[in-house]
């Protein structure tokens, strides 16, 4: 009965397609893997912070990666009572942006966005940039705007960042210089402007994608300070490092293409 809560997460080419009207104006897809502490705090965070503006107007829906920590099951004390949390499950290779877009193709809502589940974000966030969504194709949610920071990231973790947003600007120069934050994890967009475009991401970033594949005109930033992880581990590899170059050459390929 309670199993019943979880379902797949759709499969097949990754597109969002169009959606007639639900009622649903906003779906924010969280993906997890192994965060069984930081998911329950978080969901319930998230709804205490966009009740107030969107009751009965927006869905949550979590895309798990088939952790063996019980993410899914602490995720789904709180799903049962608040109907407007949906959860998906994935198998297979873990991906963290195919997940993001899965969640979209899972979503009702006709603005999109994502969020991690760490805290890393403040929860808050999603309901500060619902309230610039009405006259912009896109909010990022940047740490490096006016007003926003990275905390205290280790100097390893700056200096990182540092290299992929430069290896960016070298690889995608009209892409990351739309926005301050190409690499953030946390963004909102209007679903007609990515729908019918065909993506095909690997690793961590699922921003750049958008960016790249949507019809964007118009994008706001919403300033913010990341924090420290709440519980749990980073899963950021030195793998994910190289997917991020192999995302940054499939980009640039199709943006050739585009051109010719
Ligand atoms: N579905 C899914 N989610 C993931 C995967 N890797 C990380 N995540 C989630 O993506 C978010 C960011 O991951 P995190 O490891 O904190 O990355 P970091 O912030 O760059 O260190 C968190 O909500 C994670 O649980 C993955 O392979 N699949
Ligand atoms: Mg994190």
């Known amino acids: ?23 649903i ?16 705090p978080f ?4 709804c205490e912070s966009l009740d107030p503006a969107l009751a009965g107007r927006y869905e949550i829906i979590v895309v798990d990666d088939d952790s063996p920590d019980g993410t899914l099951e602490a995720a789904l004390q709180i799903a049962n009572s608040h109907p407007q949390i949906r959860l ?13 877009i899965r969640g979209w193709q899972a979503a009702t809502g006709t603005i999109l966005a994502t969020i991690n589940a760490d805290f890393q974000h403040p929860p808050a966030l999603i309901a500060e940039m619902w309230s610039r ?10 740490r490096y705007c006016a007003g926003g920071g990275v905390g205290d990231w280790p100097l390893r973790r700056r200096a990182f960042a540092c290299g992929a947003r430069f290896l960016g600007i070298v690889m995608l120069p009209a892409i990351f210089r739309r926005v301050s934050d190409p690499l953030s ?19 961590y970033k699922s921003l750049v994608e958008v960016l790249v594949h949507g019809r964007i005109i118009t994008i706001s930033e919403c300033p913010y300070s990341m924090r420290k992880r709440r519980a749990g581990s980073s899963k950021a590899t030195f793998l994910k490092s190289l997917e991020y170059i192999v995302q940054l050459c499939r980009l640039r390929a199709t943006l050739e293409k585009a051109i010719h």
């Open 88 to 100: 998906t499950k994935r198998r297979g290779k873990h991906e963290l942006a195919i997940s993001v």
């Open 43 to 46: 969901l319930s965070a998230l």
């Open 1 to 23: 009965m309670l199993i019943s809560r979880i379902h797949n997460a759709p499969d097949g080419p990754l597109v969002v397609q169009p959606i007639s009207r639900t009622g």
């Open 25 to 40: 104006v906003l779906s924010v897809v969280i993906p997890t893997f192994r965060e069984k502490d930081n998911i329950g």
């Open 185 to 203: 994890g946390c963004f909102m967009f209007r679903r007609d402007v990515l729908v019918g475009a065909e993506m095909n991401p690997i690793g």
């Open 133 to 142: 969504a009405h006259d912009s194709d896109l909010v990022v949610a940047s």
